[in-house]
């Protein structure tokens, strides 16, 4: 059974890269702009996973986050920024996991491939 990400960023290069990326590990990729676009999102796609950005238009991740959590309690979701600042919000610490953004996805793929086999097992 092939695992439903959901990616948000709206940053393009950035979305772009790492839903490129998640395919090429095997990953259905659904992709969003906002947090808002991603709430809805949630309700029709049904991801097993959601890859986060912080700093978006409008909604910001922490309230998408929240949003997110309260429709779907125990989704997984990691929090992608470029911003390490976020990290000692208090409603991040109800994120699966944090990575710092980078070119090199190597540590998101990680973290994903980790929390779905996680998730599997449990």
């Known amino acids: 059974m092939r695992r439903r990400i959901l990616v948000v960023d709206d940053v393009e290069p950035q979305r772009e890269l790492c839903a490129r990326e998640l395919r090429d590990e095997g990953y259905d990729v659904d992709v969003a702009v906002s947090g808002e676009e991603a ?7 049904e991801p097993d996973l ?3 950005d912080m700093r978006l238009p ?3 991740g922490l309230e998408a986050l929240g949003r997110m959590l309260h429709s779907h309690p125990g989704l997984p979701v990691i929090i992608n920024s470029a911003y390490g600042s976020y990290k000692d919000s208090f409603m991040a610490w109800a994120a ?3 990575v710092v953004k ?3 996805t190597t540590e998101l793929k990680e973290a994903v491939r980790r929390i779905l086999a996680e998730r599997r097992t449990a």
């Open 58 to 60: 409008g909604m910001s």
């Open 39 to 45: 709430v809805e999102l949630l309700r029709v796609a």
């Open 50 to 52: 959601v890859v986060l």
């Open 96 to 98: 699966t996991a944090y």
């Open 102 to 104: 980078s070119g090199d």
